[in-house]
């Protein structure tokens, strides 16, 4: 066993790439097995392939030049949907899927813009989820003048993905106010702040548009306003500002980079530049400069197609399964997933093992209810003997060979609720198969190295307590779906909730049907001893009774309803009495599908990762989105379990402080600090929308879309941006419930027996009637969790304490002092500076003035000066403690 974790740990640490489902490592520089996958909506097209080829290239170059030689892109894989024609020079996926890939090739959803982004959950230097490309971005040539050249705009890309760094311009405040220079001015939100243009307001009247200079109201342009770039350049920085530019060829440093700037990577990075934080990657420090001009080779090609689903049922049926309701919930739980769950289309093989294993039945292409219903009389109901994990794996890799001839591609769903010490002898076997092994660990005792078989062939790891009903083991089987990316076949889980009924006594609730789902829509009622009586009524009265729900004999503990057709949008209320005088627990589970191809469902993904610097907290984070767009306002509830422990649940928050990085952008986020080093944690993520709170949002680091250029003097602008209306990113999404599941397993200890107060991430300033007004997040008395004790504000003038016993949005109206600006000296502060600008003429537009556009009327500058502490102690005084220095004017909004 010692042997085995040792083995194990070595791959992993060459391989960490597997736990956050990428395959890309880095070999000598080169950056090998990058994944970039077509989702299976996009119509067949060569030039696709053929012009993502191109920008891999051309973007292998430029990163080499932009790392100062020391990266470069080495070899690439092309998924391939299997929607488009088979070729016989494509070869078959192995542990390759779209859901998994680096860089995906998508419509958006609502059609209306191209612009590349990448999807970020986490903090400065945190890895990115993916890449998101449009098929117009790499087949239309008119683009090129809006983005750039593809390449470039990979590697701008790959930055946010790869390194964790963040956009250096700002469309919500694309100017500000600057005192760099000794003197107000109004700059560019950009890096650097040489990159030199001129602010223009664009007046459109259909297709007719006319450019205009930017009005001025004493302190920043008119909204609308937007810094139009000369297209001819010296300057070298920045990739993250605007790459489009000819001249620019590295990344913002630190004696290039603008501190001031009210951008993401200021505010995220801690006013560090962003190669500054690629220096400090594990990229940069396992690397050297190559001794090249350009990279030392080409990148090579690999294309890979989907093929369909083929999923074998790896089952454990030792003694030790008979115990604690074990092997019931696993016949309930395996029914769902056969039923309910599985893709139509899809081949599924049956095996299960104790001692040794055996063919319970061997790959069977789904085709009908009645197919499904024959796999299911395949599964176990008795247990006895042994355990052996590795007789299991290798029975259920001899049942898809016989069926494939081979195990590329496919999957393994492997459950286990006991040990074995002789895992280590399939090790080989399962990293040279080519397939993917979800794990999932059933109660306590399940083998520790289980997980390492998914994180060697990138499957899910999943952990369900015991209990007594099969809600938790369902909703394990619930996350194995298609890896496709078609997520109109997949199933989605609406509700799963198990509660303790006493006798004679009723419980009733709500599952609500959304106007995304209603395809394939099942009711699953399962009980503990007795069978209830269940009464269910769907939106418009239809009613539905215990005799409705079908019962299998050879299973006397759960009911199930399949809604014929599309289930009606609305709420749908269940009624259950427990008509046993004893007490029993009753589980509702309720699933479907989306309810049209072309409308994707609203869905919810679960995730969890903990932080590589002490105190080495968890993050959880909860994506909800309607495809690519992110869904915001939504209620979401994260409950971690673990055998043995009570549930905690937190409420997960977009309001961009705190764990979470961005606000608004349809990513959940708390910290969670009451975790064990080695415990196995199942977390289960329920998001709620109600309709009258939540709307559609846009995505964030986006590429930059170029307004226009000023060549010889004269600005040619680009078309407008395509935008949402407001009609359509408010759009009515109705009520909606989703549920997702993961577990985690934490490596690395806490680090301190008590975590400290949370920073404060998001003051913002501004002034109205002589008064200015301070907004932040309190922090919690631990981390972003419970209450804040004491905050404390300064002036360097004068001191003055505010106290506030609050944990919700502060404000603190400061009066401006009225002594006249040349009688005051600016002074630097510790988190914030915010300087107030009084009515001042329109600026001059000097075009060799290469720090911005001063400010020629005499300007009076009132400078209040305010210092946020956000170390706080819950039950005494608030202590100030200095960070860095570097500046963070305010801004207006």
């Given at each position: ?143 090129l003048n809006v983005y750039g050249d593809r390449g470039r705009v990979f590697v701008h890309e790959w930055a946010h993905l790869r390194w964790g760094v963040f956009d250096e311009y700002n469309s919500d405040a694309p100017f500000y106010v600057s005192t760099n220079s000794g003197h107000a001015s109004v700059e560019a939100t950009r890096c650097s702040t040489h990159v030199t243009g001129v602010p223009v307001f664009q007046e459109c ?140 289309g899809s081949w599924v093989g049956i095996v299960t093992f104790q001692s040794s294993a055996a063919e319970k039945v061997s790959m069977t292409q789904i085709t009908s209810d009645a197919t499904r219903s024959s796999l299911v009389q395949y599964l176990p109901k008795t247990a006895s003997g042994g355990t052996n994990i590795c007789a299991g794996v290798r029975k259920g890799f001899e049942v898809i060979k016989n069926q494939f001839q ?259 952008d349809g990513i959940y986020s708390r910290y969670f600090t009451s975790f064990q080093s080695g415990e196995r944690y199942s977390l289960k993520v329920n998001a709620r929308g109600k309709e009258t709170t939540v709307r559609l949002g846009r995505r964030q680091n986006r590429a930059l879309y170029i307004p226009g250029y000023r060549e010889n003097g004269k600005i040619q602008m680009n078309a407008p941006r395509p935008e949402f209306s ?168």
């Open positions: 066993m010692v042997a085995f974790r040792s083995l194990f740990f070595l791959l992993v640490f060459q391989l960490p790439h597997v736990v956050r489902g990428s395959t890309v490592w880095l070999n000598q520089g080169g950056y090998e097995d990058l994944v970039i996958a077509i989702n299976p909506g996009v119509p067949e097209d060569a030039n696709i392939i053929e012009n993502t080829q191109a920008m891999v290239k051309d973007a292998s170059n430029y990163l080499f030049e932009a790392t100062k030689h020391r990266f470069y892109f080495k070899s690439v894989k092309i998924i391939i949907p299997k929607t488009w024609k088979k070729n016989t020079t494509y070869a078959r996926v192995k542990t390759e899927s779209y859901n998994k890939a680096d860089v995906i090739i998508a419509d958006p959803y609502l059609k209306y813009g191209d612009d590349p982004y990448t999807l970020q959950y986490g903090a400065c230097k945190e890895q990115g989820r993916y890449i998101h490309f449009t098929p117009n971005f790499l087949l239309e040539s008119s683009l009247d259909g297709n007719n548009c006319n450019t205009r200079a930017c009005s001025y109201d004493g302190q920043l342009y008119e909204a609308g306003c937007t810094f139009v770039p000369d297209k001819q350049q010296n300057i070298a920085a920045s990739i993250m500002y605007m790459q489009s530019l000819s001249s620019v060829v590295e990344f913002c440093d630190k004696n290039t980079h603008n501190v001031e700037a009210p951008n993401l990577q200021n505010k995220i990075c801690n006013f560090k530049s962003t190669w500054e934080v690629i220096m400090e990657s594990d990229d940069f420090k396992n690397s050297s400069i190559l001794n090249s001009v350009t990279p030392p080779v080409e990148p090579t090609f690999s294309l890979l197609q989907t093929q369909d689903r083929a999923v074998c049922l790896v089952l454990d049926v030792s003694g030790s399964m008979g115990g604690s309701n074990r092997i019931n919930n696993l016949y309930q739980a395996a029914e769902v997933f056969l039923l309910q769950i599985i893709e139509i081979t195990t590329y591609g496919t999957e393994i769903v492997l459950l286990t609720d006991g040990e074995d010490s002789s895992m280590s002898t399939c090790l080989e076997t399962v990293k040279q198969s080519g397939a993917i092994i979800h794990t999932i660990a059933l109660g306590p005792s399940a083998a520790k190295e289980l997980e390492e078989f998914s994180k060697l062939t990138g499957g899910l790891t999943l952990y369900a307590i015991d209990g007594v009903v099969p809600s938790k083991l369902i909703e394990s089987f619930s996350q194995i779906t298609s890896g496709s990316g078609d997520i109109a076949e997949q199933s989605i889980q609406l509700e799963s909730k198990d509660v303790t009924v006493t006798g004679n006594q009723w419980i009733n609730d709500t599952v609500t049907i959304d106007k995304t789902v209603g395809n394939d829509t099942f009711f699953v009622i399962a009980w503990s001893s007795s069978q209830p009586r269940i009464f269910l009524m769907d939106p418009k009265g239809k009613q539905y009774g215990t005799s409705d729900f079908t019962i299998d004999n050879s299973n006397t503990r759960a009911a199930r309803l399949g809604i014929s057709g599309t289930a009606e949008v609305g709420d749908w209320h269940y009624y259950i009495e427990n008509d046993s005088t004893q007490s029993q627990s009753i589980s509702v589970t309720v699933t479907s599908r989306a309810a049209a191809s072309d409308v994707p469902p609203v869905t919810v993904t679960a995730y969890m990762n903990q932080l590589n610097t002490a105190p080495n907290p968890v993050v959880i984070y909860a994506e909800v989105s309607q495809e690519f767009l992110p869904v915001l306002g939504a209620t979401v509830i994260a409950t971690i379990e673990k055998d043995g422990a009570a549930a905690q649940s937190l409420q997960l928050l977009d309001n961009g402080a705190g764990a979470d990085t961005i606000k608004n407001d009609e359509e990113i408010q759009a009515q999404l109705g009520n909606f419930n989703r549920i997702a599941t993961t577990s985690f397993v934490p490596t690395i200890s806490p680090g301190t027996s008590s975590f400290p107060p949370g920073k404060i991430t998001d003051l913002q300033a501004y002034t109205e009637n002589n008064m200015i007004f301070l907004t932040w997040t309190a922090p919690g008395s631990v981390l972003d969790n419970g209450q804040g004790g004491q905050h404390k504000a300064k002036s360097t003038r004068k001191t003055r304490n505010i106290t506030k016993q609050i944990n919700k949005i502060i404000k603190i109206v400061m009066r401006s002092p009225e002594t006249p600006a040349r009688n005051i000296t600016p002074h630097l502060f510790e988190q914030q500076s915010c300087f107030t600008p009084p009515k001042a003429s329109v600026p001059s537009d000097d075009e060799d003035n290469k720090s911005g556009f001063k400010i020629t009327a005499i300007v009076a500058i009132v400078a209040v000066c305010v210092i946020i502490v956000c170390i706080i102690v819950s039950s005494t005084v608030c202590v100030l403690q200095k960070k860095n220095r570097r500046k963070d004017p305010a801004i207006r909004m």
